[in-house]
């Protein structure tokens, strides 16, 4: 799709916007704090050359993105908006690593990731309303030697999958996040609309929820999927919580705990992804 602005990488510009795009960045301004956006989904899999396939196959352009010191490496899918999928696979057994112990269970969306502008400031205040995230350094290399550096926050292992982990980019985000032409997609894919998490207790996740946005967010009715959703929203992104009610959830929560279940994507046109374990609605995004 040529002819269209879309912004960089560093500032990434609001998309064609369609009534409920433009409710959804409304929503986003009123509540907005330091945490600006969905940075990304990890999408863990076995084999990443096949996955790159894969995706590649379901229309995604796919950039690989490198390496990390912790045993894995990744490619990368992303959007107009400044958010991205993130394959990633083990290079080596790595048991302590939060996300190894998904592999055995099927993988899929296991987590999801903010981004944010100072994260020093945000864990301190998420911390002060009650959920501790550990700060700790990243780093990977991508495929043409230049090393990417950045600062991540995480929860306690128990809370993963059901807390995102924060970024704040050391190196420019521009390095780390595929822009331009890399985020244009055969499929029609623009951007990332909501990620619906499965959650065993709705209201301790909703408190979770409020002490990482400081929002209250908003119960509402998932009309396609029949069950009721506590929603949040972050600059542009949606995030809804829902305990149960669907097989969906009922699926995700009995394989894997709680987290990221299904995620839908404003494209140009309305279909169903799903590759291996991973849920994809692509909804048609009005102009």
């Known amino acids: 799709m040529k002819g269209r602005d879309f912004g960089s990488a560093e500032h990434p510009a609001e998309l064609p916007t369609g009534t409920l795009w433009r409710e959804c960045q409304a929503a986003g301004r009123e509540e907005a704090g330091l945490l600006r ?19 590649h196959e379901a229309g995604f352009t796919v950039v690989r ?9 990744n490619a990368l899918i992303g959007f107009a908006d400044g958010s991205y999928l993130e394959l990633i696979a083990f290079r080596e057994p790595n048991p302590e690593h ?26 301190e205040q998420i911390g002060a309303r009650g959920v ?62 909501e990620v619906l998490i499965a959650v065993p207790d709705l209201s301790h996740a909703v408190e979770l ?33 829902a305990a149960g009610g ?3 959830l009922v699926e995700r929560l009995e394989r894997l705990g709680p987290g990221p279940v299904l995620s839908r994507l404003w494209a140009w046109t309305d279909a169903e992804v799903v590759l291996g374990t991973a849920h994809f609605q692509l909804r048609r995004l009005e102009v």
Do not use: M
């Open 132 to 193: 501790t995230l550990r700060i700790s350094e990243g780093s990977r290399r991508r495929p043409d030697g230049v090393t990417i550096a950045w600062k991540g926050a995480t929860p306690p292992d128990e809370l993963t999958g059901l807390v995102p982990f924060l970024i704040e980019d050391v190196t420019p985000r521009s390095e780390r996040v595929p822009h331009g032409q890399q985020a244009e997609h055969a499929n029609g894919t623009r951007g990332l609309a």
């Open 65 to 73: 993105g490198g390496e990390h010191p912790t045993g894995t490496h």
């Open 37 to 55: 956006q969905i940075d990304h989904l990890v999408v863990l899999v076995e084999d990443l050359e096949a996955a790159i396939q894969a995706y």
């Open 98 to 123: 939060r996300w190894y112990r998904y592999l055995e269970l099927g993988g899929g969306v296991v987590d999801l990731c903010l981004l944010s502008d100072d994260l020093g400031s945000d864990v």
């Open 246 to 248: 669907n097989p969906l």
């Open 209 to 241: 929820w409020r002490a990482v946005t400081a929002t209250d967010g908003e119960l509402v009715h998932d009309a396609e999927l029949g069950i009721a959703v506590h929603r949040f929203v972050v600059g542009p992104h949606r995030i809804g919580l």
